[in-house]
T-cell receptor
Framework: DAGVTQSPTHLIKTRGQQVTLRCSPK?????VSWYQQALGQGPQFIFQ???????QRGNFPDRFSGHQFPNYSSELNVNALLLGDSALYLC??????????????FGEGSRLTVL | DQQVKQNSPSLSVQEGRISILNCDYT??????FLWYKKYPAEGPTFLIS?????DKNEDGRFTVFLNKSAKHLSLHIVPSQPGDSAVYFC????????????FGKGTKLSVKP
């Protein structure tokens, strides 16, 4: 049973470029959340998708956008990259209809470096 | 302003002894608290959680205590093992905010043989 998978694992971009990160949720999960973890910080919530729509959003600018596909996989897009966007981007999945305990299943992350 | 705070960046403990990791929060509307463990080059993995209606939850060597009046929770690991060495994150969520966890900055635990 595959867990949450993310790609790419590492990438380097320059300021002003655009990046797309991809995530496949754990089997049986239909809800995907994205987090940004800067160096020395805890993960920070970006947004959450289920039923192919953004349902919740954290305090991130519109440069951060996403998409969810019918197979529940998801993409995170960041436009006009800034140096401060350098971070580990984590995808997490959960079944929406469940006895919710708050547990999220995280992927290993995509480490983005902006030069 | 941080809503979830882990004031100790690091903790070193001898193998077999107790590890106590602390976490404070400011938002009284949080109704679930969780601990995650993170090894280098891996994503965070869920460890244990507690509902705001409880004051203790135990799972094997791991126990989480919640003191709502003090807005404080702690994770106890007994006995500590070298494999427990990792970064531990405290997280909280509010009602209707499933999937939106507020994380602390983490505490790096080192368990020495």
């Amino acid at each position: 049973d595959a867990g949450v998978t993310q790609s790419p694992t590492h990438l380097i971009k320059t300021r002003g470029q655009q990046v797309t990160l991809r995530c496949s949720p754990k089997s049986g999960h239909d809800t995907v959340s994205w987090y940004q973890q800067a160096l020395g910080q805890g993960p920070q919530f970006i947004f959450q998708y289920y039923e192919e729509e953004e349902r919740q959003r954290g305090n991130f600018p519109d440069r951060f956008s996403g998409h969810q596909f019918p197979n529940y996989s998801s993409e995170l897009n960041v436009n006009a990259l800034l140096l401060g966007d350098s971070a580990l981007y984590l995808c997490a999945s959960t079944p929406r209809v469940s006895s919710y305990t708050g547990e999220l299943f995280f992927g290993e992350g995509s480490r983005l470096t902006v030069l | 302003d941080q809503q979830v705070k882990q004031n100790s960046p690091s903790l070193s403990v001898q193998e077999g002894r107790i590890s106590i990791l602390n976490c404070d929060y400011t938002n009284s509307m949080f109704d679930y608290f969780l601990w995650y463990k993170k090894y280098p080059a891996e994503g965070p993995t869920f460890l244990i959680s507690i509902s705001s209606i409880k004051d203790k939850n135990e799972d094997g060597r791991f126990t989480v205590f919640l003191n709502k009046s003090a807005k404080h929770l702690s994770l106890h690991i007994v006995p500590s093992q070298p494999g427990d060495s990792a970064v531990y994150f405290c997280a909280a969520s509010g009602q209707g905010s499933q999937g939106n966890l507020i994380f602390g900055k983490g505490t790096k635990l080192s368990v020495k043989p």
